[in-house]
């Protein structure tokens, strides 16, 4: 908001400047170069064009919602809060598009309802409302196999499984994200059970271990975190 108020006042300056000037050189009868009237056109283009989108910053909504963005190695842990709720999610942030969110301490601005690159989804304040009172909710899923599996070492699934001893991906809505833990790879059936059984093979420098399950039990395991949404 600082560097806007300077623009703001740099460009009314360059303005009465550029007012002065011309009316300096009507009353005395004297005409800029043609080299000298392209570059002040041209500067004051970009004014008004910037001028335009800081209007568009100044009109726009600010959301309740702050997003702290932590980079864990590999993967990405966002907290969201919106004052009264809060909840841990990764990989995938979501922000409504057209408001002002607050990322990391900083007020920052999409516009276009649209998936950028997978990991970042601006979507319309409807849906995003939705998606958060998801996000925020406990999961609805079984604990047994998770528990037993050894992963709630590692994962928390809210409502579920929730004393990791390790860091890792929160798992509760897992299934809403598009991809496993910021790769390509979509969220469900053989690729979530190649994940689990050796994620290194899908990703390198994934900071998760192998898993031996059976594969009944495995399957089992897939079927849990596709119900994840
Ligand atoms: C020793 C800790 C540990 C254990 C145990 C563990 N995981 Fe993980 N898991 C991680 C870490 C760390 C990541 C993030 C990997 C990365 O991308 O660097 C992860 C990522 C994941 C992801 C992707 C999350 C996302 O946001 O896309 C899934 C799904 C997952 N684990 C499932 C499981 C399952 C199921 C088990 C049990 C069979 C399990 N994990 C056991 C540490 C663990």
Excluded at 41 to 46: G, V
Excluded at 115 to 120: A, E, F, I, Q, T
Excluded at 165 to 187: E, F, G, K, M, Y
Aim: net charge positive.
């Amino acid at each position: 908001m600082r560097s806007d108020a300077v623009f703001i006042a740099l460009a009314v300056v360059f303005l009465a400047w550029i007012a002065a000037l011309s009316g300096w050189m009507f009353l005395r009868r004297r005409f800029p170069t043609r080299l000298a009237a392209a570059v002040i056109t041209l500067a004051m283009i970009s004014i008004v064009s910037d001028a335009r989108g800081i209007a568009h910053w100044l009109r726009a909504r600010r959301s309740e919602v702050t997003i702290d963005a932590i980079r864990r190695g590999a993967w990405w842990q966002l907290i969201y809060r919106d004052g009264r709720t809060a909840f841990v999610t990764a990989n995938e942030m979501h922000v409504p598009a057209g408001e002002k969110v607050t990322i990391n301490g900083r007020l920052m601005l999409f516009d276009e309802a649209c998936v950028v690159g997978g990991r970042l989804r601006v979507i319309p304040e409807r849906d995003f409302d939705r998606w958060f009172r998801n996000e925020a909710s406990p999961a609805r899923a079984d604990a047994f196999l998770f528990t037993n599996a050894g992963c709630a070492w590692c994962h928390v699934i809210r409502g579920v499984a929730e004393h990791p001893s390790q860091l890792a991906p929160d798992l509760t809505h897992v299934a809403a994200r598009r991809t496993i833990s910021c790769t390509d790879l979509p969220v469900r059936g053989g690729w979530l059970a190649g994940w689990i059984a050796s994620s290194r093979a899908l990703k390198p420098d994934s900071a998760m271990q192998p898993n031996r399950l059976e594969p009944r039990a495995l399957f089992a395991m897939v079927r849990d975190l596709e119900s994840l949404r």
